[in-house]
Each structure stands twice: as C-alpha cells, then as structure tokens.
C-alpha cells in the first residue's frame, strides 16, 4: 500500500496508509473547553435547562440554529423520500463494509442489516412504490458500488466502531454537545491516532465539512486528544479529509458557541429568525414562512 | 484507582439488607389480593418502577419481562462474553481488538440449546443470519471499545466479567427464600478485587450511553443492593463508567446507598402488587421529560399536561408556534 502524507491524502485508504500523527496535537483543548463551558452556562441561566432536561445539541441542531433559527424549531417531517432511504442504505453499506470487510456489501445486504436492527423503512418504501421503484434501486445500486470503491480493507487494529456515540456534557449537565459518529478508527485507547469516518448518501457540500468538525472537536475534548482527521464520504464518489488542526477545532467550538447563544434567546421566547437559502427548499417550515416566499420569488423571477 | 475504606462489616451489611428486602417483599406479598406472577427485579424494572409508577404498571406482563435477544438487548451481554474469552484466551496482555474479540467469541458459541445470549447467536450462526451478527457484533464492539476506553489498558488488576455466557459462570441471582415468586438480578458488568468476607471489592457498571446524573446515583443504588444481596458481601465501591462521555464515577457503598438500592427492589414488587389491584392508574404518573416516549401518555392526564405544558422538543428547544 503506498503511503501518503496527511496534507495531501485525498481517500480513506490514504488517511490509513499514513497512519497521521495528530496535527491538531498542540490545540487548546483546556482553552476550548472553558469558552464552552461559559457559553453554555450562560445559555442555560437563560434558558433554564438543566441536567434531567438539558439541551442537546447535536450537528443537525447546531446546522440549524446557525443556518435559519425558525428551521431549528420546526417539527421533523414525518414522510419517507427517495433521498431518506438513500441516506440509509449508503450509510448502511458502509457499516458493512466495516463490520464484514471480506464481503463487498449490496443493497440487499444493507436492508437486511436495516432490519436486523429493527428498521424497515427502506423495505417498506420500496414496497410501497412497487415497480416504480425500479430506477431508485438502479441509483441504489449505483451509490452503494460508489462507496464500495472508496471503502478501504480496515486493518482490525484500527478498532473500527460504527455508530460510535460521542458526548460532551457542559454547565454540569445542562447543555450536552454529541452525536454518533458513523466510523470511529483508532484513537484512545489504541496508539494509533483516531480517524472520524461521516457517510453521506446525497451529493457534496460544503456544510457538511461543519459536521465533521464537531464531531472532530467533542471526540477531542472527550479524550483529551484531538484525531488526526475527518474523512467525509460522499456517495457520490467525493471523499473530502481533512486533518484536525487547531484552528479547526477553534471554529467549531465558535459555531456551538454561536449556537448556544441563539438556543438561549429562542428559549426565552425570542422569535426565531428567518434566512432564507438553498436550505429553504427541504425546510419542513417553509410553508407559511416569509423568508422562503421571497426566496420562491426571487428565484422565479 | 485507589479503593475506597470498605464498609466496616460487608457480611452484617448485606444481611442486614437482605433481611429488609425480605420484610418488605414480604409485606408488600401479604397484602396482595392475588398473586402477582414472577416478579423479576433487574435494573430496567426498578428504574421503571421508580421513575413513574403509573407506566410500569402500565406495561403490562410483555413489558415487565424481557423482551427477547435482539442486537441491541444482545450486545452487553455478548461484549462482556467476548472480553472475558480474550482475557482467559491465550494472549491476555494484548489489547483485545473489539471486532476481532467479538468475532473470535461467536466462532465459539456453536451450542444452539447454551444458556443466554451463547445459545441464540448459535441460533444466528445456524440460520446464516449474517445481517444479525453484523449488526450485534456492532454493538458489542462498540461496547468492548468504551468499556476498556474508560478504564483504561491494561484493565485494573484482579477484574472479571460478570454475566457471561460461560458454562460455569456462576448465575447473579437472589430470592428471599427457595421458590419465592421475586427474583433479583445483579446486573454489574464486573468486578474488581475477589470477593471475601472481608469486602473490599468493587463493582463495574458500564453504559454506553449516558442517561442523567440522578440515573447514575440510582443506577449505583441498586447495584450495590443487588450485588450484596447476590454475593452476599457488600462491595466497597460501585465504579460506573460511560463510554459516550468517557466518564468513571466511583460511588461509595455505605448503609445509605444499600437501603436506597433495596427500597428500589422492594418498590417494584410494591408496584406488580398495585398493578393486580389497579393497574395503570394515572393518579400515581410522575411525569417527566420520560412522558415524550411513554407509550401509555394518551391516557395519562397528568403526562399530556406536563408535555403541553414544557413545551419544548428536539432535545429542550421551544415549539415553533403555528402560523
């Protein structure tokens, strides 16, 4: 396998076959973490959270909050969409890929894998669509075989975790920072550095390099040690990595700062903000909602 | 880790709390217009129980009892198999390599009528289910990676795993008398230090994920309680550790946390008596953030007000109002 320096990997089988060091090894975890901590103190002095009933962030809430603080509020929308079951299926696969890395999986083997874990939404909205279905199992087919070729061998001592919950507890338990993380490789207690692994059903963009850094950042005050990297996997054939410096952590910890603060003020009754953009157009809010009828307007115009 | 003084007496402790467990099993049976059934005490239960007595009660026999193997009930008990199978194997030093301990431990579990979780992923094996296995040796291999993450490796001297598929793994069980209806299940993942009259040793809870701080000391609780009423001794120290969090909290046992962890027991077999007498009964609800995922909320006045009422969601922000 040849091997790469950090700085220009561009797949996960370069990250691995680097085996980085951490770049981000001298970051101000100490310093992080006491900005957090004040910000979340403060938030929840206003919004009156506390550890039986915290606010939990998590990177769709921080995205939101940042983004379009009305979205933040808004119900999820229940119904299932071709690009739902997309995102399970690719993300799926690749828990297989890691868990079972002598066989390529398929589709089929991601539905199953989906039910073995209790969950048929993808079964029962391919069966609800019938033959129609068809050209969404050709696409199916197609990201799966995509992120097939992007997918590395991984070596056991890499301890590889799909699924990973990853925590921060801040202001004592009142505001909690965390998520699961799709691939965990390495990190504490190995000697090797840790590789945060997301996998992305849809097609690139540049926000979900954000995703990444929070995640980067709540594994690195977690464990006192920062990973090496972030690697996004896209189904649509993008890998994006990217090495943990300090300055990344430093911006992620802002956004949550940021998000904190905007949490508060929406607790305490503030009305929530309107922004509209790219993001309008899968807003379960949008209905009803100004920002995105100018938005709609403009664009037809 | 250093230990903690031990309990002064550890034997006269844990008699003097199996004596009032028994009292008050006893008392909350007499006064029973019928018999409740088989009441299994483990800490779902208990925390159940506690936690909104209206809904435990509510849960009816399929929700007292357990609810059968799947993945996600499997994986501790599959993790702390494959642990304690690297740790007697032949390299024992080595780090254990969470997959590959999984993997190596289900190779081994071929006996589709063993005890436990052994027989049913031998069932997995058996049928080909190779979607199922993947899916709990995720879940056990995350749980392997958090539990020596928190602990640290090499693990601390003198621990074993405790409820383990393993034929002459002794089972953690107490009743207050042969064929008594109560059981109860120390649900400890391990512990550290040999077991001696003396006390002195400690028990290991892990969570992967965190619930709340009042849930740990609860958790605590009635560990220690069902530890000293299987054992017999009472531990020192309950270790709890969290692998979203990477937390290890150590939790002295004292009379105190023996008697809060027993009233725990005795409530649940108070509340499987009032459940014969009443069964669901709104009256007795204790609502809480619990009420969003309670599957008897629609007839629960007291729960439907406390969730209109919070009005928050999506994990503590407001409701976007209508319009």
Same mark, same amino acid.
């Given at each position: ?301 | ?6 309990? !002064?007496? &550890?034997?006269? *402790?844990?008699?003097?709390? %199996? #004596?009032?467990?028994? /009292? +008050?099993?006893?008392?909350? $049976? ?99 289910? !190779?979607? &199922?296995?993947? *899916?709990?040796?995720?879940? %056990? #291999?995350?749980?392997? /990676? +958090?539990?020596?993450?928190? $602990? ?172």
């Amino acid at each position: 396998m040849r091997s790469v320096p950090l700085r220009t990997a561009r797949t996960l089988v370069d990250v691995l076959a680097a085996a980085p060091a951490g770049a981000a090894a001298d970051a101000d975890l100490p310093g992080l973490r006491a900005g957090l901590e004040a910000a979340a103190r403060d938030a929840a002095a206003v919004g009156g959270w506390h550890p039986d009933d915290p606010l939990r962030l998590t990177k769709a809430v921080v995205a939101d909050l940042l983004r379009c603080p009305r979205r933040a509020l808004a119900p999820a929308e229940g119904g299932v969409t071709d690009d739902v079951v997309a995102g399970l299926v690719v993300d799926a696969a690749a828990k297989l890929a890691t868990l079972v890395p002598h066989r390529p999986p398929t589709v089929e083997d991601a539905c199953a894998y989906l039910r073995a874990l209790g969950d048929t939404t993808v079964d029962d909205h391919l069966a609800d669509r019938g033959e129609a279905a068809e050209p969404l199992r050709a696409e199916l087919r197609a990201r799966v075989e995509r992120l097939v070729a992007a997918w590395p061998r991984i070596d056991p001592a890499w301890w590889p975790r799909v699924e990973d919950p990853v925590r921060v507890r801040l202001a004592d338990g009142a505001v909690t920072v965390g998520g699961r993380i799709d691939v965990v490789l390495g990190g504490a207690p190995t000697e090797r550095p840790a590789v945060l692994v997301e996998v992305k059903g849809g097609r690139w963009w540049d926000g979900m390099r954000a995703d990444a850094h929070l995640y980067a950042l709540v594994v690195a005050l977690r464990d006192g040690r920062p990973p090496a990297a972030v690697v996004t996997v896209v189904a649509d054939g993008t890998t994006q990595v990217e090495p943990v410096r300090p300055a990344v952590l430093a911006t992620a910890a802002d956004r949550v700062e940021r998000a904190l603060a905007t949490a508060a003020a929406l607790a305490a009754g503030e009305a929530p903000a309107t922004r509209p953009g790219p993001h309008c157009d899968h807003c379960p809010a949008r209905a009803g909602c100004p920002a995105a009828g100018v938005r709609a307007e403009a664009l037809a115009g | 880790m250093t230990a903690t003084p031990p309990l !002064g007496d &550890a034997v006269g *402790a844990a008699d003097r709390l %199996a #004596a009032a467990v028994t /009292a +008050g099993i006893d008392a909350a $049976l007499d006064a029973a217009p019928a018999p409740p059934g088989d009441v299994d005490v483990g800490w779902v239960a208990a925390l159940d129980a506690t936690a909104c007595p209206a809904r435990f009660r509510g849960q009816g026999e399929t929700g007292w009892g357990f609810p059968g193997w799947t993945p996600a009930t499997a994986a501790g008990a599959v993790a702390r198999s494959a642990l304690d199978h690297h740790l007697h194997g032949p390299d024992p030093d080595c780090p254990p390599a969470p997959l590959e301990a999984v993997r190596d431990w289900m190779r081994t579990a071929t006996s589709i009528g063993a005890r436990g979780v052994a027989g049913w992923v031998a069932e997995l094996r058996a049928d080909g289910d !190779g979607p &199922a296995l993947a *899916a709990t040796a995720a879940g %056990a #291999a995350r749980w392997i /990676a +958090g539990f020596v993450r928190t $602990l640290g490796w090499p693990l601390p001297e003198r621990l074993a795993l405790l409820n383990v598929a393993r034929d002459d793994a002794p089972v953690a069980r107490w009743s207050p008398r042969r064929g008594a209806p109560v059981r109860v299940r120390s649900g400890a993942d391990a512990r550290i230090g040999r077991i001696v009259g003396a006390g002195g040793h400690r028990l290991v809870v892990h969570r992967p994920v965190a619930g709340d701080d009042g849930q740990l000391r609860r958790r605590a609780a009635f560990e220690a309680a069902a530890g000293a009423l299987v054992h017999r001794v009472a531990a020192a120290e309950v270790v709890v550790t969290t692998g979203d969090t990477g937390e290890r909290v150590r939790v002295p046992v004292d009379e105190a946390l023996l008697a809060a962890g027993g009233e725990m027991v005795v409530e649940v077999v108070r509340q499987r008596v009032r459940a014969v007498e009443r069964g669901h009964d709104p009256a007795d609800a204790r609502p809480s953030p619990a009420c969003r995922w309670c599957e008897v909320a629609d007839g629960c006045g007291p729960g439907r007000d406390w969730l209109a009422r919070a009005g928050r969601w999506r994990g503590g922000l407001p409701v976007l109002a209508p319009g």
